[in-house]
């Protein structure tokens, strides 16, 4: 097939699924076309992939340029020039209404277009008064939509009054990719032998609830040594370094910024903290899982559906964060359950949510949606 994909380039989890995607789908022999205003953060090209840049004109009328129409208009030269069968949008807002626009545009065929719900564009943005309307005529005008988890399908329908199927194809992990460290020795570097460590990896955005990440780790630091690892960059880092100042950790905390290749960093710790206010899913909890590594998280949105409590890892209410202390230090303080915990979430990772399964949900749905589209 040739498959146009358009996702937000920079550093989010429905970006990054959708370019594992988009270089899984390459893999398989389809032809994959991104289109986006920059290339997307994990992107390698290669002959089956390509890349077409919206360049959004600024002028000084346009005090928010249009960047929509603009993609709209790129997304249907894309689709004549390379004569695209499908397209997949990650992210409703402004992704569906733009395919729309874009598929209205072509005058002599129909190309479809999936949309794919990540988590914020219906739990934030799209549930804002002002953008509700519209997310909600992109779902209704998709040729097929998908949600990230069960919790997501639910939210959609039932909060934007949605009539048609929405269906589920949850995020995965390459697990050949993301596995257990095999050079144990770069942890050296980030840790003494003797030093546990935990790690978080996000926007930093207040979702993500840094300033618990940091609390957690400064009780666990009181019983015993370990160090954080903050992977990421976003506008909430500033207050979690002055954080891990006033809580007297700054010196075991190291903030790595953004990193392209999180396997390593994850195949090292010992922990992932994911103590967010909302996950529709939660990505990096089954990147952690995938390389052998127990989650500390929340219990909220679609996170129960990928790590399972006292098997993967542990839950907890938001906001706990004394308890998520102590999920910490029982992990830490006791190597088989680490051990135990681990190897069950890898499998889990392998059985549930390896990348060649859930792709392959991905070619059917495709597959389905252009002959129905045909026999219009
Ligand atoms: O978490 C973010 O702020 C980024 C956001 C995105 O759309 O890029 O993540 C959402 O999509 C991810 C990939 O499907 C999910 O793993 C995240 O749980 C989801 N974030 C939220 O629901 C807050």
């Known amino acids: 097939m040739k498959i146009g994909i358009t996702c937000y380039p920079t550093y989010g989890g429905s970006g990054v699924v959708a370019t594992e995607l988009g270089k899984e789908l390459a893999v398989r022999g389809h032809d994959v076309h991104f289109i986006s205003y920059a290339l997307p953060i994990r992107l390698t090209m290669n002959d089956r992939i390509y890349f077409h840049e919206v360049e959004v004109l600024t002028y000084p009328l346009f005090e928010y340029p249009p960047y929509d129409l603009v993609l709209a208009t790129k997304m249907a030269e894309v689709m004549t020039r390379y004569d695209l069968d499908i397209l997949h949008v990650h992210y409703a807002i402004p992704h569906s209404i733009s395919a729309y626009l874009a598929k ?143 809580h007297g950790v700054a010196g075991e905390v190291l903030f790595v910024g953004k990193q392209s290749d999180m396997s390593q960093l994850l195949s090292i710790s010992d922990i992932l903290l994911l103590p967010s206010d909302l996950e529709s899913f939660g990505l990096v909890a089954l990147e952690a899982m995938a390389c052998e590594v127990p989650v500390i998280a ?24 004394s308890s998520m202390a102590e999920g910490c230090l029982a992990i830490l303080d006791n190597p088989q359950l680490r051990s135990d915990l681990g190897q069950a979430a890898r499998d889990r990772a392998r059985r549930d949510f390896c990348a060649s399964k859930i792709v392959l949900q991905y070619e059917d749905l495709y597959r389905r949606t252009i002959q129905e589209a045909l026999s219009h």
């Open 104 to 246: 209205m545009m072509l005058s002599d065929r129909v190309v479809p277009f999936v949309t794919t719900l990540h988590g914020t564009d219906i739990t934030l943005v799209g549930n804002d008064r002002s953008y509700l309307p519209i997310t909600r005529f992109g779902i209704e005008q998709s040729d097929a939509v998908t949600a990230v988890s069960e919790y997501l399908r639910r939210r959609t329908i039932d909060e934007f009054q949605i009539r048609r199927p929405v269906t589920v194809v949850p995020n995965f992990v390459d697990c050949n990719t993301y596995g257990p460290a095999k050079d144990k020795s770069i942890r050296s570097k980030f840790a003494n032998e003797d030093e546990g460590i935990l790690i978080h990896i996000s926007n930093f955005r207040p979702v993500k609830r840094i300033e618990d990440v940091i609390a957690i780790f400064s009780l666990v630091r009181q019983k015993r040594k370990a160090r954080l690892l903050m992977v990421g960059d976003g506008p909430d880092r500033p207050k979690a370094e002055w954080l891990a100042n006033t």
């Open 298 to 321: 929340t219990r909220v949105g679609g996170v129960p559906e990928v790590v399972r409590h006292g098997v993967d890892g542990f839950l907890y209410d938001v906001g706990d964060v």
